[in-house]
């Protein structure tokens, strides 16, 4: 894994656009997901009402959030549950390591979880000498390859069924075969008696319910409700911001999440974990444990902007509608949370400034916030962050663009940073090319900018929206985030 | 003081630094739940169920009575040649004419309830291998064709979990109208105790190229048999 930096992201991009076969998987499993939400939305009138309440919900969660963890916890460890509050990575993974030492752990089975995949635990345990197997599908096939998720909620999002069939015939010596229904039974046989053999579920988790000290797990497979029920020690890891006040508000995340993350109503799972096994009981953990981690989470509830990345819960949607996820893929981030919400939170929770310059890497469209179950205003916060990083002076240092592309930058910042020369020349321009202006737009530009006008329309300088925000911004001599400001 | 009440005195002071977020932002921060309509007008939700559920590729067998569901269960058992059936204690429905109607039929029924610890392990493998579960739902949701569970030493969750198929048995009057409604009718004391399940089709993954495919982890089929009454 490269560490994340702007050459890495840069050359990691250059290579996707130009690989045709991943472009095309790309726009194949990404797409129609905005069409996908529309239909169900047009379905479903009372989507957006949902949408506003868990937005609601949420916003309330994490303005009382230390009191929600703390009756949280009450309740969980009144059912017999133990918590464990991780500050950062290494005290999560170590308590697990240290787990599986103490319970002489064989085998592990694991749900999905991003948390872990922060924590980066699996590595952590599979040099203490523990067997790892993720459990979900997609997560099983890119932990044969030795990558990591390129996407959050559907980890092997660029692979085609032929890698996954030379995959599973070459790593299980499996027939081969390209069916997806075939390799999905494949996949179920291997882990079904891994199931009942390992000694230790770790799982993520979508929902922690204050009020009842629940777990609540969203899932397709089935994977994750295994995991929770036939090892006898069961791990859960989840972030300290998944907490919600009452049983009631749920309803709200479950009526939106699914919709919004794959276009079902619901997932064919939801699972709550409610303590132990209790006596007579078939199946089930005996020893339960929670894992709360920290990690960057409480610095971004001390700024009031970043905090609203803290509602995110995890649909992976922002990243389907990104016209820069769909085109450089979630590798490309080298970020453990890939596109718009990782590049919002990837700073806080694992690099420490490493990845400050994922916030340059967008072009401020707003599609994520539309999308977005809970509403992040993921535009603004990118702001926010572009703001900082300059403020800060973090060196952000991109690869050098091809010849002709740095000398028209050079030539932009030169007239661009004298405003008032750059005014009167606009207003000239406009003046000049009024008379071949339509509706305020220009069709034809003389080079050397003709190859715009060749590809789109340019707004005639000095005048409609263009000459508003001029005039906007000499009344504002504020700097650059006067319009992100609360 | 510990590490977590030291860390919730950081987040205290995270949030003290900084006011709350602007009213037309963040929504409105009060605390009382506002109240939405129901999910589906339809009168008919047991209908509705099975218009859903249909469409999630799980199937609906609707009988007027226990006696009814007796036999529609044993004439499935015989058309998918299921060798053997894992069950519990009754709920609502008696299991005890539908358990006779298949024996009767050749095929072994075993009981998973109130499994003492020595007994545990047989019954896992036995439950691994056989060819289906029988357990009744504890309600459903129309509008989403979810059946919802509350496993009990009586009734384990592997019941609806673990064998190939899952035959559920549902009384039609314990449907409600959407996911908002579940917690009124089960109780918060239920949903707190144990571990519930909302189970909304068979088991699936999209991981291939975002094709659907059935069974990957769970049940591959899912029956439900809708008892009208219980008379």
Same mark, same amino acid.
């Given at each position: 894994?490269?560490?994340?930096?702007?050459?890495?992201?840069?050359?990691?991009?250059?290579?996707?656009?130009?690989?045709?076969?991943?472009?095309?998987?790309?726009?194949?499993?990404?797409?129609?997901?905005?069409?996908?939400?529309?239909?169900?939305?047009?379905?479903?009138?009372?989507?957006?009402?949902?949408?506003?309440?868990?937005?609601?919900?949420?916003?309330?969660?994490?303005?009382?959030?230390?009191?929600?963890?703390?009756?949280?916890?009450?309740?969980?460890?009144?059912?017999?549950?133990?918590?464990?509050?991780?500050?950062?990575? &290494?005290?999560?993974?170590?308590?697990?390591?240290?787990?599986?030492?103490?319970?002489?752990?064989?085998?592990?089975?694991?749900?999905?979880?991003?948390?872990?995949?922060?924590?980066?635990?699996?590595?952590?345990?599979?040099?203490?000498?523990?067997?790892?197997?993720?459990?979900?599908?997609?997560?099983?096939?890119?932990?044969?390859?030795?990558?990591?998720?390129?996407?959050?909620?559907?980890?092997?999002?660029?692979?085609?069924?032929?890698?996954?069939?030379?995959?599973?015939?070459?790593?299980?010596?499996?027939?081969?075969?390209?069916?997806?229904?075939?390799?999905?039974?494949?996949?179920?046989?291997?882990?079904?008696?891994?199931?009942?053999?390992?000694?230790?579920?770790?799982?993520?988790?979508?929902?922690?319910?204050?009020?009842?000290?629940?777990?609540?797990?969203?899932?397709?497979?089935? =994977?994750?409700?295994?995991?929770?029920?036939?090892?006898?020690?069961?791990?859960?890891?989840?972030?300290?911001?998944?907490?919600?006040?009452?049983?009631?508000?749920?309803?709200?995340?479950?009526?939106?999440?699914?919709?919004?993350?794959?276009?079902?109503?619901?997932?064919?799972?939801?699972?709550?974990? =409610?303590?132990?096994?209790?006596?007579?009981?078939?199946?089930?953990?005996?020893?339960?444990?929670?894992?709360?981690?920290?990690?960057?989470?409480?610095?971004?509830?001390?700024?009031?902007?970043?905090?609203?990345?803290?509602?995110?819960?995890?649909?992976? &949607?922002?990243?389907?509608?990104?016209?820069?996820?769909?085109?450089?893929?979630?590798?490309?981030?080298?970020?453990?949370?890939?596109?718009?919400?990782?590049?919002?939170?990837?700073?806080?929770?694992?690099?420490?400034?490493?990845?400050?310059?994922?916030?340059?890497?967008?072009?401020?469209?707003?599609?994520?916030?539309?999308?977005?179950?809970?509403?992040?205003?993921?535009?603004?916060?990118?702001?926010?962050?572009?703001?900082?990083?300059?403020?800060?002076?973090?060196?952000?240092?991109?690869?050098?663009?091809?010849?002709?592309?740095?000398?028209? &930058?050079?030539?932009?910042?030169?007239?661009?940073?004298?405003?008032?020369?750059?005014?009167?020349?606009?207003?000239?321009?406009?003046?000049?090319?009024?008379?071949?202006?339509?509706?305020?737009?220009?069709?034809?530009?003389?080079?050397?900018?003709?190859?715009?006008?060749?590809?789109?329309?340019?707004?005639?300088?000095?005048?409609?929206?263009?000459?508003?925000?001029?005039?906007?911004?000499?009344?504002?001599?504020?700097?650059?985030?006067?319009?992100?400001?609360? | 003081?510990?590490?977590?009440?030291?860390?919730?005195?950081?987040?205290?002071?995270?949030?003290?630094?900084?006011?709350?977020?602007?009213?037309?932002?963040?929504?409105?921060?009060?605390?009382?739940?506002?109240?939405?309509?129901?999910?589906?007008?339809?009168?008919?939700?047991?209908?509705?169920?099975?218009?859903?559920?249909?469409?999630?590729?799980?199937?609906?067998?609707? *009988?007027?009575?226990?006696?009814?569901?007796?036999?529609?269960?044993?004439?499935?058992?015989?058309?998918?040649?299921?060798?053997?059936?894992?069950?519990?204690?009754?709920?609502?429905?008696?299991?005890?004419?539908?358990?006779?109607?298949?024996?009767?039929?050749?095929?072994?029924?075993?009981?998973?309830?109130? *499994?003492?610890?020595?007994?545990?392990?047989?019954?896992?493998?036995?439950?691994?291998?056989?060819?289906?579960?029988?357990?009744?739902?504890?309600?459903?949701?129309?509008?989403?064709?979810?059946?919802?569970?509350?496993?009990?030493?009586?009734?384990?969750?592997?019941?609806?979990?673990?064998?190939?198929?899952?035959?559920?048995?549902?009384?039609?009057?314990?449907?409600?109208?959407?996911?908002?409604?579940? *917690?009124? *009718?089960?109780?918060?004391?239920?949903?707190?105790?144990?571990?519930?399940?909302?189970?909304?089709?068979?088991?699936?993954?999209?991981?291939?190229?975002?094709?659907?495919?059935?069974?990957?982890?769970?049940?591959?089929?899912?029956?439900?048999?809708?008892?009208?009454?219980?008379?």
């Amino acid at each position: 894994m490269m560490e994340p930096n702007p050459a890495a992201f840069y050359r990691a991009s250059e290579k996707t656009v130009a690989d045709e076969a991943l472009r095309r998987k790309l726009e194949a499993a990404t797409g129609r997901h905005l069409e996908h939400v529309a239909q169900m939305a047009a379905a479903f009138p009372p989507y957006y009402q949902e949408k506003a309440e868990a937005r609601r919900v949420k916003a309330e969660a994490i303005n009382r959030l230390p009191d929600l963890l703390a009756e949280f916890k009450r309740n969980f460890e009144a059912k017999g549950g133990r918590l464990f509050f991780a500050r950062d990575a &290494a005290q999560a993974r170590n308590y697990i390591v240290e787990l599986a030492r103490a319970k002489k752990a064989k085998l592990v089975v694991k749900g999905k979880s991003m948390a872990t995949e922060e924590i980066e635990l699996n590595d952590a345990l599979l040099k203490d000498g523990v067997e790892v197997l993720e459990t979900d599908l997609g997560e099983y096939i890119v932990q044969l390859r030795g990558e990591r998720p390129s996407h959050i909620i559907t980890p092997a999002i660029h692979l085609s069924k032929e890698d996954i069939g030379r995959l599973f015939h070459e790593k299980l010596q499996s027939p081969y075969s390209e069916d997806p229904e075939a390799l999905t039974a494949t996949a179920r046989q291997h882990l079904r008696a891994k199931f009942f053999a390992a000694d230790m579920g770790i799982v993520g988790v979508n929902f922690l319910i204050a009020e009842t000290g629940s777990l609540v797990l969203v899932e397709n497979e089935g =994977n994750g409700r295994m995991s929770t029920t036939l090892p006898d020690v069961v791990v859960a890891v989840t972030g300290i911001e998944k907490v919600i006040p009452r049983l009631a508000d749920l309803s709200h995340f479950l009526e939106v999440l699914a919709r919004t993350a794959t276009g079902q109503k619901l997932t064919a799972y939801v699972n709550f974990v =409610n303590g132990p096994r209790r006596q007579y009981e078939l199946d089930g953990p005996r020893e339960l444990h929670l894992v709360l981690l920290d990690n960057g989470r409480t610095r971004m509830l001390a700024d009031p902007v970043l905090r609203e990345a803290l509602y995110c819960l995890r649909c992976g &949607a922002c990243l389907n509608v990104c016209p820069i996820y769909r085109r450089v893929g979630g590798h490309a981030y080298g970020t453990v949370y890939p596109g718009p919400i990782g590049s919002i939170i990837s700073p806080a929770l694992v690099h420490n400034g490493q990845t400050a310059h994922l916030a340059f890497a967008s072009t401020l469209c707003g599609a994520c916030k539309d999308i977005c179950p809970v509403s992040i205003n993921i535009p603004r916060i990118l702001l926010h962050l572009r703001w900082l990083a300059t403020e800060e002076g973090l060196p952000i240092t991109w690869p050098a663009g091809p010849a002709r592309i740095r000398a028209s &930058a050079r030539r932009a910042v030169w007239l661009l940073s004298r405003p008032k020369l750059a005014r009167m020349l606009s207003r000239l321009a406009g003046m000049l090319l009024r008379p071949l202006a339509h509706d305020g737009y220009l069709r034809w530009l003389p080079p050397p900018f003709t190859a715009w006008t060749k590809y789109r329309d340019f707004p005639l300088p000095g005048s409609g929206p263009n000459g508003a925000s001029q005039r906007r911004a000499k009344e504002t001599t504020d700097r650059a985030d006067s319009e992100v400001r609360l | 003081m510990s590490d977590f009440e030291t860390a919730l005195a950081e987040m205290r002071q995270a949030l003290y630094r900084a006011p709350r977020p602007l009213e037309d932002d963040h929504g409105s921060l009060q605390e009382a739940p506002s109240t939405l309509s129901p999910h589906t007008t339809d009168t008919d939700l047991p209908t509705r169920f099975a218009r859903e559920l249909e469409s999630l590729r799980g199937s609906v067998i609707d *009988v007027p009575n226990a006696e009814q569901a007796a036999f529609a269960i044993a004439e499935l058992a015989r058309s998918l040649e299921l060798r053997s059936v894992a069950i519990g204690e009754s709920l609502r429905i008696d299991l005890t004419q539908i358990v006779q109607k298949l024996r009767e039929y050749g095929i072994d029924v075993f009981s998973v309830a109130r *499994v003492p610890e020595e007994r545990r392990a047989e019954l896992r493998v036995k439950l691994a291998e056989c060819s289906a579960g029988l357990v009744e739902a504890d309600c459903a949701v129309a509008a989403s064709g979810t059946l919802v569970f509350v496993p009990t030493p009586e009734r384990p969750r592997s019941l609806s979990l673990v064998p190939p198929v899952s035959i559920v048995l549902l009384e039609a009057d314990r449907i409600v109208p959407d996911l908002a409604a579940v *917690v009124s *009718v089960l109780g918060s004391d239920a949903m707190r105790a144990n571990p519930v399940a909302f189970v909304t089709g068979p088991s699936r993954t999209a991981d291939i190229e975002k094709r659907i495919v059935l069974g990957a982890h769970g049940p591959k089929a899912l029956y439900v048999v809708m008892v009208r009454s219980l008379g």
